[in-house]
């Protein structure tokens, strides 16, 4: 008993986080947009949008009446955290709404139906032959809607015609919802509406499908298969704005190419040591084929993690509460889920790629290619502790309220930071261990460029594959995995740059506070691991104690 309570008092005490003062307002925000959220869930409507709005406007304007110069230090990084979700959440509310009124003419026959959804939340029994009636017509206007589409002007892409579909989607889900809420629990409405229900239904979906293929000038398939959503410039700096990045697009590149040169010189001395010269890609290749039987890998995985957790407690370079170390456990990912997650995932979880049964020869070999002993020895630190799992494990326990404003900038900038430092700790035991970190760093660096030059316009997924095949050097399954997973996940559009770039502000803000002397190395890490996610130039701010304007936006130029 007294060990278990050994414990629980360490993972509870190590760390010096206290609450702030817009803690209550900040919670105060998530309970009420949860149940705006589920509430309202027509989210392509005006009522949508109008609601989202004001709510989130009047969060703001209080927001902005606090007395900024009065609130403690971590008061102003909550306020300014704060300030910056809210007004990403209008931003993106705005750029959602001006899409919407693009394509929202074909809402026209749905007024009536919007007012049965927001009737049936209090239950009001609807006047049933009424009703009956009243649908009849709406089904008539629908069919004639959808027979007028082809003599109407194409959407310019095949993007925005999907948006329409969406559009009616959504109204059919809500509808439907409705429809099903009264049917069979009122007598008249079971008797009056299944057939105008039927006719409506079925235009629907009808009027749908065909909105999806109402598109020109636009390729949707550049025949990798792999559907994305480019998003443009004007998005892609506004993104960048409230992720505190004070770089453009092209900057971003430039310095992701810089950092592939560098790992191209590495990988060039890697393989000089294996025996290949300058043929770094055939040093690749042995180290890829250095694979273990499938049986046998989890067990080597659990092994790797618990080499990286003994590392980090021998040299006590951060707290790595026991509990942290005794929770984390292992699972399989799905031969279908290896289609856009061809590797690890972590957290508490860690998940192992490996080839199943149901793949073919060819996909089996790639798998355990890509997922050699000498490749995950960089990763699966990553993953567990000091990475993911242990982020995790302490954002579930400091400045709690915080969580919302989670950035993969801090999430995968730290867990990648800290393949920088054991790179710099001389962490490679051997040539082919250096190939395997090198791999990864190199991968990071053209996720940069490769997705922002994809949003940019500049490039297609079929060249983001070729590039990670030909520069990189991934299997080809590999590749298409992760460019799937860039672009047709539920990613944001800069998760993959925030890898490195990440870890860059990381490993600036640890040569300004260790590395110059001002702070030790432990207590650098641990005071990052107390605050909880945010964008890194903030949490610059309280590692070296410098206060920020109530105004504060994006300028620190970490790369320079």
């Not at 409705?178 to 008249?188: E, K, T």
């Not at 790992?263 to 393989?271: G, Q, R």
């Not at 035991?429 to 395997?436: H, I, L, N, Q």
Request: aromatic share 12%; with cysteine.
């Amino acid at each position: 008993m007294k060990k278990i309570c050994f414990i629980l008092l360490f993972a509870s005490c190590s760390f010096a986080a206290s609450a702030t003062e817009l803690v209550t307002l900040i919670q105060n925000y998530q309970a009420d947009r949860g149940a705006l959220s589920r509430l309202y869930t027509h989210r392509l409507s005006d009522e949508y949008f109008k609601r989202m709005e004001s709510f989130t406007q009047g969060y703001l304007q209080t927001l902005q009446a606090q007395a900024y110069a009065s609130l403690s230090e971590d008061g102003k990084i909550d306020y300014l955290l704060f300030r910056n979700y809210l007004e990403r959440e209008l931003s993106d509310l705005d750029l959602a709404k001006r899409e919407f009124l693009q394509v929202q003419s074909v809402l026209a026959f749905g007024k009536p139906l919007e007012e049965f959804v927001v009737s049936r939340r209090r239950a009001a029994q609807p006047e049933a032959q009424a009703l009956a009636h009243q649908w009849n017509e709406v089904a008539k206007v629908l069919e004639s809607q959808m027979k007028a589409l082809p003599s109407t002007p194409k959407y310019s892409s095949w993007q925005r015609a999907d948006l329409a579909a969406q559009a009616i989607e959504s109204l059919h889900k809500a509808v439907k919802e409705s429809y099903d809420f009264y049917y069979d629990f009122d007598p008249a409405f079971t008797w009056w509406m299944p057939e105008p229900w039927k006719r409506i239904d079925e235009g629907m979906k009808g009027y749908a499908k065909a909105l999806r293929a109402h598109y020109s000038n636009s390729v949707k398939d550049d025949g990798s298969g792999i559907i994305g959503r480019p998003i443009g410039r004007e998005a892609l700096e506004k993104q960048l704005a409230y992720e505190m990045i004070a770089y453009s697009p092209e900057e971003l590149i430039a310095e992701a190419e810089k950092q592939f040169a560098w790992c191209e010189k590495e990988m060039l001395k890697a393989s000089q040591e294996m025996g290949y010269g300058n043929d770094w890609k055939a040093a690749l290749e042995e180290v890829k084929n250095t694979y273990l039987p499938a049986g046998a890998w989890p067990e080597e995985v659990v092994r790797l993690g618990e080499e990286a957790i003994d590392l980090m407690v021998k040299n006590d370079w951060l707290t790595v509460p026991p509990l942290a170390i005794e929770t984390w456990r292992t699972s399989m990912i799905s031969a279908e889920r290896q289609r856009v997650s061809p590797f690890f995932l972590g957290g508490e979880v860690i998940q192992i790629a490996y080839p199943t049964s149901e793949m073919s020869h060819e996909e089996k070999m790639m798998s355990m290619r890509g997922n050699n002993p000498h490749f995950s020895r960089a990763t699966v630190q990553h993953e567990l502790i000091p990475g993911h799992h242990l982020q995790q494990f302490m954002n579930q326990r400091y400045m709690t309220h915080r969580r919302p404003f989670g950035t993969p900038f801090w999430t995968e900038g730290w867990a990648l930071y800290w393949e920088f430092v054991l790179w710099d700790r001389k962490f490679p035991r051997d040539a082919k261990d250096k190939v395997g970190m090198l791999f990864w760093r190199m991968h990071r660096a053209s996720r940069i460029i490769f997705s922002l030059n994809y949003h940019l316009g500049n490039m297609t997924p079929q060249q983001c594959i070729d590039l990670l095949v030909n520069r990189v050097g991934h299997e080809r399954a590999n590749a298409e995995a992760e460019v799937r997973r860039s672009f047709e996940g539920s990613y944001g559009p800069l998760y993959q740059i925030a890898y490195m770039v990440g870890a860059l502000q990381i490993h600036s803000l640890r040569q300004e506070m260790v590395d110059s002397g001002k702070m030790p190395e432990k207590t650098f890490h641990d005071l990052i691991l107390s605050q909880n996610a945010m964008p890194i130039e903030i949490l610059r701010a309280k590692v070296t104690g410098k206060s920020l304007s109530k105004d504060h936006r994006a300028s620190w130029k970490f790369l320079d």
